[in-house]
């Protein structure tokens, strides 16, 4: 069943205190990728074990995938059933009409980005179309993230090094993101100081110095995107500086699917793959969110809501 007006309202109203707790706290939602039902349960189960709230989000293929309202259904049924504090956030969403769908569909978080999907889009487009969005979330106070550029890599599993002369060209930086907050009027900037999509060979590295610049130069909350692969030191100091939301898809599907490679192997005999995922996958996933809550500093945070 959809959401009322007011069931929305309530509960974007709510995502956005308990935002702000995060800031003032220094903690930070993690938003884990959902993929199917089996990620929603890894997540729901590491919640549930260290009393954590947590953000799940899915980008434009899962909603095409799964559909928004069934995403909405299956993160409010096991809300209902477990008890635990989650929010959606609509990850990466590639046009003004795909993030005003999210936010009637009822999801707290609305993450437009508007330069993935077009790389070429100027400034003034992606400023437009972020402001665009930004209005039409006053409908329901869905809260609105974004950033002023394209943001390196992609949820996948990559061979090369990462080139980070080439990265540092991306980076934000304290004056491009007090412009952009100011002109687009967002909830949450998107901020690339060295975090990627996907994961690489090597660790990651935060430059954690330009967080701490840009977290001075506005006022808005700050989210990382590409967490994974990053060393848990980088996440601790991160949330100590300031950041509320970080992203994490990359190393949740390696941990999916290398569990599964490895039962599908030792059970060749087994027809029923979900109960091999209910019974390996699920914990292993699980453990990836566990040690990115306790990163994060969410850990007993959950509130009844
Ligand atoms: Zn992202």
Not at 48 to 66: F, M, N, R, T, W
Not at 126 to 142: C, F, S
Request: aromatic share 8%.
């Amino acid at each position: 069943m959809p959401l009322t007006l007011p069931q929305i309202r309530r509960n974007c109203a709510i995502a956005r205190t308990r935002m702000q707790d995060a800031r003032n706290q220094r903690w930070a939602f993690g938003a884990f990728n959902l993929d199917d039902e089996a990620t929603l349960k890894a997540v729901t189960k590491a919640a549930l074990k260290l009393q954590a709230p947590v953000l799940v989000e899915v980008s434009q293929g899962e909603v095409d995938d799964i559909g928004l309202y069934n995403i909405r259904d299956l993160v409010d049924n096991f809300k209902a059933e477990y008890g635990i504090e989650i929010y959606i956030n609509l990850d990466h969403s590639p046009s003004v009409e795909a993030a005003k769908k999210g936010i009637e569909a009822g999801f707290e978080f609305i993450h437009i980005d508007i330069s993935q999907a077009n790389h070429d889009a100027s400034d003034e487009e992606i400023i437009r179309a972020t402001k665009e969005v930004v209005d039409y979330a006053r409908l329901t106070g869905a809260s609105v993230e974004s950033e002023p550029h394209y943001f390196g890599g992609g949820s996948s599993l990559f061979k090369q090094d990462i080139d980070y002369e080439e990265i540092k060209k991306t980076f934000s930086t304290p004056e491009s993101a007090k412009h952009f907050v100011t002109s687009t009027g967002i909830d949450t900037f998107a901020a690339a100081v060295g975090n990627l999509h996907g994961k690489y060979p090597v660790p990651k590295i935060l430059d954690l110095d330009l967080l701490k610049s840009i977290r001075e130069a506005i006022n808005c909350n700050i989210s990382l995107h590409g967490g994974s692969d990053t060393p848990g030191h980088y996440f601790r100091e991160a949330v100590k500086i300031g950041v509320t939301k970080i992203n994490i898809n990359s190393d949740m599907r390696f941990a999916y699917r290398r569990t599964l490679d490895k039962v599908l192997a030792e059970n060749p005999d087994e027809i029923s793959v979900s109960k091999l995922i209910s019974k390996s996958v699920i914990d292993a996933v699980s453990a990836v969110v566990e040690s990115k809550l306790l990163d994060f500093n969410s850990a007993h945070r959950m509130i009844k809501i």
